[in-house]
């Protein structure tokens, strides 16, 4: 969406290495930066990373298709039921589970790809809501695989590698997730600018053109849903992986809606709003809602209404702007 | 002689009980270079878009190269290389000028299930949204969005898009309507210039323009055709003449 | 048996009213104002808390409670409109709406929270309402019946003053074709505002009336959100035998669901959903746009 971020993405591809190295590097360094700061938190680091994803997962979906989706966390609950499942039932190993919730996100995003792109506007949303509050309802009825209200618990996955064991601390949780977001998140880049991205952004912009130019949009639209379902599967799986518990929250309406706000309130349409806006929104809500969840709700919804009225983009692409036009004055390169 | 591009077998196109478009045959061959006129409310941008598949026909039945394609959807139609572009432009406005073109040529090639990395700048993709973007005189604007550009650029970036998807039969429906005089000559160049092979078919008012573009003219009126012949011949043809100055004899605009 | 079935049916029908009444402001602003207003039981909310404000602490009685809470949620609603909704009107961005009606909901829920605090306020109803009411052969709750007699009343009038009244009149202009109609002379700013506190009237009316069903509570606003907003789009947005159609199908389809299988929760209700909405995407009776 945003003009610079756009071009930055342009002008990487003749840089003589890629910029997919700066990002690796950036996140690495922000990632040991978060170890420094908060070495009795990693515990909430973790979590925040699996949510990382679910954003991102969003993020392809109604960032760069424009489907507007209100039941993204049905995906990473699935998924993280699923890989909860898989390790009761005696797969411990933390890589196999990754790949667990892949394969149960991406089936799960097919599946609500399949109901949600076939329409737009209301009735796109309502069965996005709908498709998330069914699983929600499913998740609490079946509590012999999701352990109802009580939780799915004792999900205890082995070491990483076969030799890095899940600490106390949380070192290993925290290393290996950020391990692997930094490798989703290069690999994000580039699909984004992939031609099938390219298309994507288009269908965005007007989808009887798209078909206008020969794109199946529908089926297409259902694939995006596949691939960010992975990614929420990701997501769901780590938390599993990580917490240990995966309780009804992670399917709740509750978590889609504030997947869409940090989404929005970091600027949907750039994997980085994405990712910086929940990273930031996260650390912010751990420490306000700590003081008073009322508080919260109340700063969390004029945050929402002041970005909408003046920053729909996201702050980080209005960031990026702002930053534009004060750089060249302080004789930085433009 | 092999069988023609493009043949529409008596069309028909109602709207409840209205019948918009009434027994349209006519067929378009590799080369053409053909005019579709006719009165306000003759049915004529209902027919390009029963033609390219954003309608159903009631009744008829449409072929390309043959084969009937009354059936196809908008997409199947377009990899089939019938192209159309629109009265108001719709073009992806988010995008860069290159980005629209290279996706429609990307679109064409059947990468657009490529899911690593930006192939816009590969020498083979490159070139060739490179030399559409030359041929039509927009190449300086390649980095640009779409919304910043002049109303006649867009139209031509529409006609870009047009291009890159390798037409076998082009519709153009009305590709200077709405531009500033100084901008249409280049619209009118380009279309010049589009290559030989290809058959285009113009929705087109500006007689001047007809006339200069046309090797053939058909006629449309109340959902018929009621002319198929030679340029140079259709102001005198009776029935036209009624057709264009009967509709304001008993003000009957229908759109 | 056949009891239970009346009874269950009876809870149906009022649950489907409680949701009509509610539901048809928000589906009156949806077919008129295209706007996709989340934070429509967030004023349906403060409706209860005003009604149970005003009997237990002022001391009026019902049905003046029931005008006052309608009056005061419109008052507190006109900043809304004015700073907000405005710029919201007609704007074909869903995101966008949604967003900002999700944020006006948080602010409510925060602010009525901290200022009420988090549990659940009661309307207690009078004497006539709270007790059984006798049909001669058999004894049914008298809250049921005002309930339905509410809705099919909220039902009636709507009709009158869409299908019968010069307002009605541009009201439909205005949704038809906004363009022709200011070329008209009708100021559909105007109507827009008065159908906007149209709208939060009858939320909050349906606030107090339903309050026995759907309790007032601080996450009153977040919990049935997605209810409405999935009655509109059953039902189509605008119309009102849609919206009363959707409501007494889904008002069915949950309570039935509740009570054949208690431990599926909402899953009926929404499978119920997911079929209406997949094979009439533009409502049961709603008109394409």
């Given at each position: ?49 699996g949510?990382?994803f ?20 049905a995906i990473f609950g699935v998924a993280a039921y699923a890989v909860g499942n898989a390790c009761l039932a005696g797969l411990v190993d933390p890589v196999a589970l990754l790949g667990v919730g892949m394969v149960a996100g991406a089936v799960m995003g097919?599946a ?23 699983v929600?309802?499913m998740a609490n009825k079946l509590s012999s695989v999701t352990g109802g209200s009580d939780g799915l618990a004792g999900i205890s996955p082995g070491p990483v590698l076969g030799i890095f064991n899940f ?5 290993t949780g925290?290393?290996f997730s950020?391990?692997v ?48 379902g992975a990614?929420a599967g990701i997501g769901g799986a780590l938390t599993a992986i990580n917490t240990g518990v995966v309780g009804l929250d992670s399917v ?83 | ?255 | ?289």
């Amino acid at each position: 969406m945003s003009d610079r971020l756009a071009m930055e993405d342009r002008r990487s591809s003749r840089l003589p290495f890629p910029a997919e190295l700066g990002a690796l590097v950036a996140m690495a360094l922000a990632g040991l930066l978060g170890y420094l700061v908060f070495p009795d938190d990693l515990a909430f680091l973790t979590r925040l990373i699996g949510i990382v994803f679910l954003v991102l997962s969003l993020d392809l979906v109604t960032g760069y298709c424009g489907i507007a989706t209100l039941g993204q966390s049905a995906i990473f609950g699935v998924a993280a039921y699923a890989v909860g499942n898989a390790c009761l039932a005696g797969l411990v190993d933390p890589v196999a589970l990754l790949g667990v919730g892949m394969v149960a996100g991406a089936v799960m995003g097919l599946a609500s790809g399949v109901l949600v792109a076939k329409f737009q506007g209301l009735p796109q949303l309502v069965l996005s809501i709908a498709v998330g509050q069914l699983v929600a309802a499913m998740a609490n009825k079946l509590s012999s695989v999701t352990g109802g209200s009580d939780g799915l618990a004792g999900i205890s996955p082995g070491p990483v590698l076969g030799i890095f064991n899940f600490d106390l601390y949380g070192r290993t949780g925290y290393v290996f997730s950020l391990v692997v977001l930094v490798i989703v998140f290069v690999i994000l880049l580039r699909f984004v600018r992939s031609p099938f991205g390219l298309l994507c952004r288009a269908i965005k912009d007007d989808s009887l053109r798209a078909r206008m130019i020969g794109a199946r949009v529908y089926p297409r639209l259902i694939l995006m849903y596949g691939i960010s379902g992975a990614v929420a599967g990701i997501g769901g799986a780590l938390t599993a992986i990580n917490t240990g518990v995966v309780g009804l929250d992670s399917v709740s309406f509750e978590r889609s809606a504030e997947t869409l706000v940090m989404l929005v309130i970091g600027g949907a349409g750039t994997l980085w709003g994405a990712l910086i806006g929940s990273v930031v929104f996260q650390i912010f809500e751990h420490y306000v809602s700590a003081a008073n969840p009322f508080h919260w709700m109340t700063i969390l919804g004029l945050m929402l209404i002041v970005v909408v009225l003046f920053a729909p983009r996201g702050l980080v692409p209005l960031a990026v702007s702002v930053v534009d036009r004060i750089a060249p004055r302080l004789g930085g390169k433009s | 002689m092999t069988a023609p591009l493009l043949e529409l077998r008596d069309v028909c196109k109602s709207f409840g009980g209205i019948r918009v478009n009434d027994g349209v045959s006519f067929v378009v061959r590799e080369g053409d270079r053909i005019a579709l006129i006719g009165p306000n409310g003759a049915g004529k941008t209902t027919l390009v878009n029963v033609i390219s598949g954003g309608l159903d026909v009631s009744q008829g039945s449409i072929l390309l190269g043959g084969h009937d394609i009354t059936d196809f959807s908008i997409p199947q139609r377009v990899d089939a290389g019938l192209i159309r572009t629109f009265q108001i432009t719709r073009l992806f406005t988010n995008l860069t000028v290159a980005e629209n073109v290279a996706l429609a040529v990307m679109q064409k090639k059947g990468i657009t299930r490529k899911f690593f990395s930006s192939w816009i700048d590969r020498p083979n993709i490159r070139d060739q949204w490179m030399q559409i973007l030359g041929l039509l005189g927009i190449a300086h604007l390649a980095a640009a969005r779409v919304s910043q550009l002049a109303y006649g650029q867009q139209r031509l970036l529409d006609l870009a898009l047009g291009l890159a998807l390798e037409p076998k039969v082009l519709i153009l429906d009305e590709p200077a309507a709405g531009v500033p005089s100084d901008e249409s000559g280049r619209i009118i160049e380009a279309i010049d210039r589009l290559p030989p092979k290809i058959a285009v078919m113009m929705i087109e008012h500006d007689m001047d323009l007809v006339f200069k573009f046309a090797k053939r003219v058909l006629v449309l009126a109340n959902g018929r055709l009621i002319f198929e012949g030679d340029p140079s011949a259709v102001t005198h043809d009776s029935e036209v003449r009624r057709a264009y100055l009967g509709t304001y004899a008993d003000g009957r605009h229908t759109s | 048996m056949a009891w239970t079935v009346l009874g269950v049916v009876l809870d149906a029908i009022s649950y489907g009213m409680v949701l009509f009444i509610i539901s048809i402001g928000l589906s009156i602003m949806m077919g008129l104002m295209r706007v996709v207003n989340l934070a429509h039981g967030a004023f349906a909310m403060i409706g209860g808390y005003l009604a149970s404000y005003a009997l237990k602490s002022l001391g009026v009685s019902y049905p003046l409670a029931i005008i006052l809470a309608v009056i005061g949620a419109i008052l507190i609603s006109i900043p809304f409109e004015f700073l907000l909704y405005r710029r919201i009107y007609r704007k074909s961005d869903e995101l966008t709406q949604i967003l900002l009606t999700i944020g006006i909901t948080f602010v409510i829920i925060g602010v009525a929270n901290y200022a009420l605090g988090p549990t659940s306020k009661s309307i207690p109803l009078p004497a006539a309402l709270s007790g059984p009411f006798d049909l001669g052969f058999r004894m049914i709750p008298a809250h049921r019946l005002f309930v339905i007699a509410c809705g099919l009343c909220t039902a009636l009038l709507l009709w009158l003053l869409i299908d019968r009244t010069e307002f009605g009149v541009r009201m439909r202009a205005a949704v038809d074709n906004g363009d022709m109609a200011e070329a008209l002379g009708i100021r559909t700013q105007l109507i827009f505002t008065a159908a906007f506190a149209l709208a939060i009237g009858l939320a909050a009316f349906g606030g107090v009336v339903g309050a026995e069903l759907l309790p007032i509570e601080p996450f009153y606003a977040l919990r049935y959100m997605v209810t409405f907003l999935v009655v509109v789009s059953v039902g189509g947005a605008g119309s009102i035998a849609g919206a009363l159609s959707a409501s007494m199908l889904l008002g069915l389809a949950d309570t039935t669901g509740k009570y054949l299988a208690p431990e599926y929760g909402e899953f009926f209700f929404y499978l119920a959903v997911i079929l209406a909405v997949f094979l009439f995407p533009n409502g049961l009776l709603g008109r394409k746009h």
